[in-house]
């Protein structure tokens, strides 16, 4: 039976600095690991690490190292045998009686290995991911220059004016061209500035025979119809004159079927990138594609001159295009859950981390995302991924929360056939604390928290009225990295992912200006605040209609209410200890006489105020 940690009764440890002497240990380090225990909770007789090292049970006992604000925190040596170093708490009660405090929070009975906190060796995150806000790009939805009118049309091309709707009938979607490009994106920095963003993303930026392109036919140069190499070099080097950074999307599960690789082996047995695809018969003729689709070739990653190709050294595409001149800044890996993986073969590992090993070669400040839209966690170990675009710890519940009851799903979010989930408030804490548990913590801070992304309908399409910026406000403050989709902060709806790739209505920013503000001023909250950039986070409520945590560091603290409807909540004195300053939103906050505070207001809201930091003696730590 689980204690319910919503509670601020319980208590509490994640990995943050707060908690943890480092976050880049090596193996033999000894860490120091902190626990956090109200004392409402209980007279504690002792606390214990439980470790695992080479699956044999592994103890060190935890001493009281500060009492302040009724809180007692327990400090206790963790020595890291293994690169993925999992731990958890044994607290035992005076008068007897004993729970465990793992990343799923307090139980009474033992807990799994799995569900443990845990340390990781593998070389660190790129320090800039926990304070970074990605927006999403879709080249040709975002922006022409005055280029792009010069520009022939290949063959494959349904031109479209950019006010012409989204054509959603197949295979039309894929094949309407608004002719969007990198100088249009750079014309528009401006407007990105003004959102506050620190992030690009842009999806594929190859040349294929779609839109989207994510079926490339080649991995050495940019589309001519983006304006080529140049038009990249261009782009970057002015997104880094003004302090951005860049990100682009590689497919390293398929190819294009018009990809060079793929046309010298396609019907040609015995040729050196025949080993590069998987075939159905030996004249190579019929071939495994992702989920079938016969344009889609899938990669064979058995092939080492496929790896020294695509993702091995200084020679391959991964290494060109984060080398200068063209200096990007990561990669986001598309279904990255899938490379590698077919039938008894799973190379998924192996190329991971090969293409981690090239980035750090190139350039180790660079980030590295792999999409997994549900469970993600058994490839998100810190070894090569630092974060993962899934929707099952964030978008998936908050939509659950957040839309009308009965809105269809629409396809993209890995839902269930049919409609949205109807979720309580507690149900999207319960379902983000069980996919969270068993990422590290640095690889929680880089999760991808996205209301949507071109995958998917937009939020707001079936947003129960006024919660834009209850959603809007979760995803800039939980720990991960927040996503703004390209059109969000103008207000667009979509009904599925190919409808949400409508281009920008740039001619509409006037009339936009609230909800753009809107973002600006949420995003601003998000990257001035150290506590919302990589600190601890501490659940304090959650009910039908409310959710309520906080963001600590030893700086500050933040303090975060996000409400569906109505509510009036009365916290402990411990819980949130200290004098509030505003932030954000419209909630009211009264500090009680016994120092417990009564958080109220109507709904849909979202609020934040600042607390004072969490002063600590340093945590120790032992090499």
């Given at each position: 039976?689980?204690?319910?940690?919503?509670?601020?009764?319980?208590?509490?440890?994640?990995?943050?600095?707060?908690?943890?002497?480092?976050?880049?240990?090596?193996?033999?380090?000894?860490?120091?690991?902190?626990?956090?225990?109200?004392?409402?909770?209980?007279?504690?007789?002792?606390?214990?690490?439980?470790?695992?090292?080479?699956?044999?049970?592994?103890?060190?006992?935890?001493?009281?190292?500060?009492?302040?604000?009724?809180?007692?925190?327990w400090e206790a040596p963790v020595a890291v045998e293994n690169p993925v170093h999992g731990y958890r708490f044994l607290v035992t009660?005076?008068?007897?009686?004993?729970?465990?405090?793992?990343?799923?929070?307090?139980?009474?009975?033992?807990?799994?290995?799995?569900?443990d906190f845990r340390l990781v060796t593998y070389a660190a995150p790129p320090a800039w991911a926990a304070s970074t806000v990605l927006y999403q790009i879709f080249p040709d939805r975002f922006a022409r220059s005055s280029a792009a009118d010069a520009r022939e049309l290949?063959?494959?091309?349904?031109?479209?004016?950019?006010?012409?709707?989204?054509?959603?009938?197949?295979?039309e979607t894929a094949l309407q061209f608004y002719g969007g490009d990198l100088a249009g994106i750079e014309d528009h920095l401006d407007h990105l500035e003004r959102l506050g963003i620190t992030t690009l993303y842009l999806t594929p930026v190859?040349?294929?025979?779609?839109?989207h392109r994510y079926d490339a036919h080649s991995f050495d140069e940019v589309d001519p119809l983006l304006g080529g190499n140049e038009?990249?070099?261009?782009?970057?080097?002015?997104?880094?004159?003004?302090?951005?950074?860049?990100?682009?999307?590689?497919?390293?599960?398929?190819?294009?079927?018009?990809?060079?690789?793929?046309?010298?082996?396609?019907?040609?047995?015995?040729?050196?990138?025949?080993?590069?695809?998987?075939?159905?018969?030996?004249?190579?003729e019929t071939y495994v594609s992702w989920l079938g689709v016969p344009s889609l070739p899938k990669f064979n990653w058995r092939s080492l001159?496929?790896?020294?190709?695509?993702?091995?050294?200084?020679?391959?595409?991964?290494?060109?295009?984060?080398?200068?001149?063209?200096?990007?800044?990561?990669?986001?890996?598309?279904v990255s859950n899938m490379t590698g993986r077919y039938l008894d073969e799973n190379w998924n590992e192996e190329v991971r981390r090969e293409i981690r090993a090239t980035m750090m070669a190139v350039n180790p400040d660079t980030l590295l995302l792999g999409e997994s839209t549900n469970d993600a966690a058994r490839d998100f170990t810190g070894d090569s991924w630092h974060g993962a675009m899934t929707y099952a710890n964030f978008t998936r519940p908050v939509w659950g929360w957040l839309s009308q009851p009965g809105s269809p799903a629409g396809g993209g979010l890995g839902m269930p056939l049919g409609m949205i989930p109807h979720y309580s408030a507690e149900q999207v804490y319960a379902a983000h604390v069980a996919f969270s548990a068993s990422f590290p913590w640095r690889v929680r801070l880089s999760n991808m928290n996205a209301l949507d992304t071109h995958d998917?309908?937009?939020?707001?399409?079936?947003a129960l009225p006024g919660t834009l910026p209850v959603a809007l406000g979760l995803s800039m403050t939980m720990p991960g990295i927040p996503v703004v989709w390209a059109g969000d902060e103008f207000g667009l709806t979509a009904v599925d992912g190919e409808h949400s790739r409508t281009p920008m209505p740039w001619d509409s920013v006037d009339a936009a200006s609230e909800t753009i503000d809107l973002y600006a001023n949420l995003i601003r909250l998000r990257t001035s605040h150290p506590a919302l950039n990589g600190g601890s986070?501490?659940?304090?409520?959650?009910?039908?209609?409310?959710?309520?945590?906080?963001?600590?560091?030893?700086?500050?603290?933040?303090?975060?209410?996000?409400?569906?409807?109505?509510?009036?909540?009365?916290?402990?004195?411990?819980?949130?200890?200290?004098?509030?300053?505003?932030?954000?939103?419209?909630?009211?906050?009264?500090?009680?006489?016994?120092?417990?505070?009564?958080?109220?207001?109507?709904?849909?809201?979202?609020?934040?105020?600042?607390?004072?930091?969490?002063?600590?003696?340093?945590?120790?730590f032992e090499g």
């Open positions: 039976m689980a204690i319910h940690t919503h509670l601020p009764l319980g208590p509490h440890h994640d990995g943050s600095p707060l908690y943890v002497s480092t976050a880049t240990p090596a193996l033999g380090d000894v860490v120091r690991v902190r626990l956090r225990v109200p004392q409402e909770f209980g007279q504690v007789a002792s606390v214990h690490t439980r470790s695992n090292p080479d699956h044999e049970p592994s103890f060190s006992q935890a001493v009281v190292v500060a009492s302040e604000d009724g809180v007692d925190w009660l005076v008068g007897g009686g004993t729970v465990w405090v793992n990343a799923t929070g307090v139980h009474e009975i033992e807990t799994l290995d799995s569900e290949p063959g494959w091309a349904i031109p479209a004016q950019w006010t012409d709707a989204v054509d959603q009938r197949r295979p190859f040349p294929a025979q779609s839109n038009a990249l070099e261009s782009l970057v080097r002015a997104a880094h004159a003004r302090g951005l950074k860049i990100i682009g999307d590689l497919t390293t599960n398929h190819s294009g079927d018009t990809h060079e690789w793929f046309r010298a082996s396609h019907r040609s047995p015995g040729t050196p990138e025949s080993e590069f695809y998987y075939w159905k018969d030996d004249s190579q001159e496929l790896r020294r190709r695509f993702i091995r050294g200084g020679e391959s595409a991964v290494a060109k295009w984060l080398d200068a001149p063209y200096s990007l800044d990561g990669w986001r890996i598309d998917t309908p937009r939020f707001l399409t079936h986070m501490r659940w304090l409520h959650a009910g039908d209609e409310v959710l309520c945590f906080v963001r600590e560091s030893s700086e500050e603290c933040v303090l975060v209410v996000a409400a569906r409807s109505g509510f009036d909540v009365t916290l402990l004195a411990s819980a949130a200890p200290g004098p509030l300053t505003w932030l954000f939103g419209e909630t009211d906050a009264e500090r009680q006489p016994d120092g417990s505070l009564r958080l109220y207001g109507v709904g849909p809201s979202f609020t934040a105020w600042q607390l004072p930091g969490v002063d600590l003696p340093a945590i120790g």
